[in-house]
Nanobody, 115 residues
């Protein structure tokens, strides 16, 4: 069974940093693209960043220059380093594996940024 488990969320002050982790299991980590999404209360879920199997990252305009996505092939884990956090970054952050047979989502981790 394919699983992703997010961790690392919490409360931060504006300007501070957090690092999220997405631990995967049940899938060949080396061949998959993985993404981070977020959903604020009352808003639609939106993509934040993605990283390909080769390690090529992409970012939404709202986080470009502040967030960094990376992957550790030895730990089957993807990270999202979030710097200079702002109140508008407050959301539940989800890890996603896109698949033809149906995307895999984690339960999410809450990030709250106080001004």
């Amino acid at each position: 069974q394919v699983r992703v488990v997010e961790s690392g969320g919490g409360l931060a002050q504006a300007g501070e940093s957090l690092r999220l982790s997405c631990k995967t299991s049940g899938i060949n980590f080396r061949i998959i693209t993985i993404g981070w999404y977020r959903q604020a209360t009352g808003e639609q879920r939106e993509v934040v960043a993605q990283i390909t199997s080769a390690g090529t990252p992409s970012y939404s305009d709202s986080v470009k220059g502040r967030f960094s996505i990376s992957r550790d092939y030895s730990r089957n884990t993807v990270y999202l380093q979030m710097n200079d956090l702002q109140p508008e970054d407050t959301a539940v952050y989800y890890c996603n594996i896109p698949r033809d047979s149906g995307d895999v989502w984690g339960r999410g981790t809450q990030v709250t940024v106080a001004s």
